[in-house]
């Protein structure tokens, strides 16, 4: 991982499955095109469903971690997920860089990115549920598990954007505090 201190703002958008985490970066890119938006690698096939990725094999993401291709990788739910590490241009011409996260992954980056604001997308447990169950994509077991996960505390730091009404909601919070981080820094 390197460590960074250019004059941007590093986002990560983080919180529970379910939360709509994908919908609101696929809105706020359509609003924001100034933004932008790091799409993760993850040793997970192309066509498995859920967000636009890289897809990769592990050898590759081997390789390309030897090579010091990303800006930080990190493990969650049996896969590998990296962001690449190009964002490091972005920061250094004062860019806002958006990307989808791990809660537990932060404090790494953390390290290494100082300017970064956490995010924290969420909704009620009872919409997490009825999300994930009219994914199809989990048990009911994994959906109880990815439940459990929800309940996590909060990041250090961590701003909780509640994604329980109208998308323009959640991604107008979104903006607004990557404005007053912006304004702060």
């Known amino acids: 991982m390197s460590t960074h201190d250019g004059r941007g703002l590093l986002v990560a ?3 529970p499955s379910g939360a709509g985490k994908d919908s609101l970066l696929d809105a706020l890119a359509r609003k ?3 933004f932008q938006f790091a799409q993760r690698i993850i040793t997970r096939a ?3 469903g859920g967000e636009d990725h890289h897809a990769v094999s592990d050898a590759s993401f081997d390789a390309q971690l030897a090579k010091g291709a990303f ?3 990190w493990q969650a739910h049996g896969l590998r997920y990296a962001i690449a590490a190009e964002i490091n241009q972005h920061l250094a011409a004062a860019q806002v860089v958006v990307f989808n ?3 537990k992954a932060l404090p790494e980056i953390a390290r290494s990115y100082p300017q970064l604001l956490v995010l924290v997308v969420t909704a009620p447990i009872g919409v997490l549920a009825e999300r994930l169950a009219a994914r199809g994509r989990e048990s009911a077991a994994d959906i109880a598990a990815r439940l459990r996960r929800a309940k996590m505390p909060l990041p250090d730091g961590a701003i909780v954007i509640l994604n329980d009404g109208p998308l323009d909601a959640g991604v107008t919070q979104i903006e607004a505090e990557i404005t007053r981080a912006r304004q702060s820094a």
């Open 101 to 103: 996260g791990s809660r």
């Open 32 to 34: 924001r095109p100034d």
């Open 71 to 73: 800006a930080f990788h």
């Open 13 to 15: 958008i983080v919180g």
């Open 46 to 48: 192309a066509d498995a």
